[in-house]
């Protein structure tokens, strides 16, 4: 039978062969110290966890409508009112399933054959994969320390076709966990609308970004330029990623192709995830939220210090997120094998650059530190171990 061509040329996440290794080695009796994992080791919170315990009292749970609870949506602009200090209309909000529904619904809503769509590399392989299944060409913009492994402006100005039709964003990163700096995001807005293109920002990691400085959460790209359009989730500020919730902020002209799309694609997101969700929002589960940003920042504490203590450099810090970007070319071992050899001789699994980039895939692996601080402090040791025992054998 026929496999289209679009399922044969994608590209699986290469760190699920490590994953199956190293529950291959734990099966064999091993620990393994799993920090290849992108999700929070927290959970949802009490209160989300309560709420999903009362929507299965036997209520009979229909479909929602195609964009979601009015209830959530109201919930979710008044987050954004309240925390970000942006008037969101609650009708441009689309509740999805996951921050992967709201990316796939607004590539396919904004992407035709041919269309070039500027992507930081290193950056979140899905959206590539996503842009090819509609026809579109993703292309990767170089980045570098400097920019803190972000576009800049002038990478896009140059990186411009007469085929461009979007630029994709994501601030905090992912495999970086660092923040595009506002005045950047700005420009790089003002070009992308000057010439009529979509600004596409992935902020499912935003409130796990530090605060700017005066304490103020990290900005929207929505204070900068109302019409972007922003993906959220519930996945990792909320701890809610097997409940598959997220959502897209839509400029208007999108709200009824998405909502057309939507209702085509997937009837509606998870009810009872959904009405869950809304206890997402209690001040109690705010401020657990807040609680575990800052020992996520504890956590990134321990990692670069204990980074830096057994000699492997992480070239730009994060400000976010929950991933550092570790540069092991200082190893002698490309990052694929580095990868391979700590998992196999230290059991400790972290990510190798080439599932997100094409110009550090060979030099960089990815950390999540969603670990607990015992799991990241014996991670850090073990490899440590490892690499001074290689040292001395050669
Ligand atoms: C940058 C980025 N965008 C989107 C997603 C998808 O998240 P969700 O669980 O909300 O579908 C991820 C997941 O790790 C991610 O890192």
């Given at each position: 039978m026929h496999i289209a061509q679009r399922a044969?040329?994608?590209?699986?996440?290469?760190?699920?062969?490590?994953?199956?290794?190293?529950?291959?080695?734990?099966?064999?009796?091993?620990?393994?110290?799993?920090?290849?994992?992108?999700?929070?080791?927290?959970?949802?919170?009490?209160?989300?966890?309560?709420?999903?315990?009362?929507?299965?009292?036997?209520?009979?749970?229909?479909?929602?409508?195609?964009?979601?609870l009015p209830a959530l949506r109201d919930a979710l602009a008044r987050f954004y009112r309240e925390k970000h200090g942006v008037v969101v209309d609650a009708a441009r909000i689309a509740i999805t399933s996951g921050a992967s529904s709201a990316l796939l619904l607004v590539t396919a809503a904004t992407t035709d054959p041919g269309?070039?769509?500027?992507?930081?590399?290193?950056?979140?392989?899905?959206?590539?994969?996503?842009?090819?299944?509609?026809?579109?060409?993703?292309?990767?913009?170089?980045?570098?320390?400097a920019t803190r492994y972000q576009l800049s402006v002038d990478a896009v100005a140059d990186a411009w076709s007469d085929r461009t039709t979007a630029v994709m964003i994501a601030s905090p990163s992912n495999p970086t966990g660092t923040s595009i700096p506002p005045a950047e995001l700005a420009a790089i807005?003002?070009?992308?609308?000057?010439?009529?293109?979509?600004?596409?920002?992935?902020?499912?990691y935003l409130d796990l970004a530090d605060p700017a400085p005066g304490g103020a959460p990290a900005r929207t790209v929505l204070a900068l330029d109302p019409d972007a359009v922003v993906i959220g989730s519930f996945s990792k500020y909320f701890g809610m990623t097997g409940w598959r919730l997220g959502w897209a902020v839509l400029p208007e002209a999108l709200v009824p192709v998405v909502e057309r799309l939507a209702m085509n694609y997937f009837l509606s997101a998870s009810a009872p995830a959904q009405l869950a969700a809304l206890a997402a929002f209690a001040p109690e589960s705010l401020a657990l939220c807040e609680e575990r940003r800052l020992e996520l920042a504890r956590r990134r504490t321990i990692v670069l210090d204990g980074l830096a203590a057994i000699g492997l450099p992480v070239p730009v810090e994060p400000d976010g997120a929950f991933y550092v970007y570790i540069d092991v070319s200082g190893t002698g071992m490309d990052a694929w094998r580095f990868c391979e050899e700590v998992l196999q001789h230290a059991h400790v699994s972290?990510?190798?650059?080439?599932?997100?980039?094409?110009?550090?895939?060979?030099?960089?692996?990815?950390?999540?530190?969603?670990?607990?601080p015992a799991d990241l402090s014996e991670g850090i040791a073990r490899v440590g171990a490892f690499l001074d025992s290689r040292r001395r054998e050669s």
């Open positions: 044969r040329d994608a590209e699986p996440f290469h760190a699920l062969a490590f994953g199956q290794r190293a529950a291959a080695l734990e099966a064999a009796g091993h620990h393994v110290v799993k920090l290849s994992i992108g999700e929070p080791d927290f959970g949802a919170p009490p209160a989300v966890r309560d709420a999903m315990r009362e929507a299965m009292d036997g209520r009979p749970l229909p479909y929602t409508p195609a964009l979601g269309d070039d769509v500027l992507i930081a590399d290193p950056s979140y392989p899905c959206n590539r994969e996503m842009v090819r299944s509609f026809g579109g060409m993703p292309l990767l913009v170089p980045t570098s320390a807005c003002d070009l992308a609308r000057s010439r009529d293109a979509w600004r596409i920002v992935d902020e499912i972290l990510t190798p650059g080439r599932d997100f980039a094409v110009a550090t895939a060979r030099t960089h692996v990815r950390l999540s530190y969603a670990a607990s």
